[in-house]
């Protein structure tokens, strides 16, 4: 019953206390930031890697970073940009690993990409998480500053500021990346 209450009064703190709270020693702090963050970084993971479980194990990541530097964020702040830079700076070192990878000949030897079968299935579910993943998989074929802006705008529903933040460009940017990554989701998702 303690850790209940103490999960709903760290509940009722804003991010700044909670990185106050951790950077003075409490694990539960932290934890509750990864209770309140984890979803929309997940989001952004699977966004830019087009993989379930990758994504899983770079959010892991994530918060492994954020927790070595959480000294250094500025309380004042708002943590949801502040962590998805890092999760956006993650993503890319992913992809740059596997571009590595590829080159040297120790990835997969062809596109990745899976396609959705074509035969109508008995299970309407079924035929939703199809649609899920294709969405997905053309989000992940986007071209990375249309990707990370659709991700933070879009999915993770940051403001306008807050990705132009993010992302260390101007509001009008973000207006402009959304808009042409739009075009090129409806582009995609058109040819399948």
Not at 45 to 69: K, S
Request: proline share 4%.
């Amino acid at each position: 019953m303690n850790a209940d209450a103490a999960r709903g009064d760290l509940a009722a703190l804003d991010d700044g206390e909670l990185v106050a709270r951790t950077i003075a020693g409490g694990q539960a702090a932290f934890r509750e930031i990864m209770r309140r963050h984890r979803d929309p970084l997940y989001r952004v993971m699977r966004g830019h890697v087009g993989d379930a479980e990758e994504a899983l194990d770079l959010v892991q990541d994530c918060f492994a970073t954020a927790w070595r530097h959480l000294a250094g964020f500025d309380q004042s702040r708002p943590l949801r940009p502040w962590l998805a830079r890092i999760a956006i700076n993650r993503a890319r070192d992913w992809h740059r690993r596997r571009a590595v990878r590829r080159f040297i000949g120790f990835g997969v030897g062809g596109e990745e990409e899976t396609v959705p079968d074509d035969e109508p299935l008995p299970d309407a579910a079924a035929g939703a998480r199809i649609e899920l993943e294709r969405a997905w998989a053309a989000i992940a074929r986007l071209p990375e500053r249309l990707r990370e802006t659709l991700l933070l705008r879009t999915v993770n529903g940051l403001s306008q500021a807050e990705t132009a933040a993010a992302l260390k460009i101007s509001e009008k940017a973000v207006e402009t990346r959304l808009y042409r990554a739009r075009l090129r989701l409806t582009a995609l998702l058109g040819e399948g």
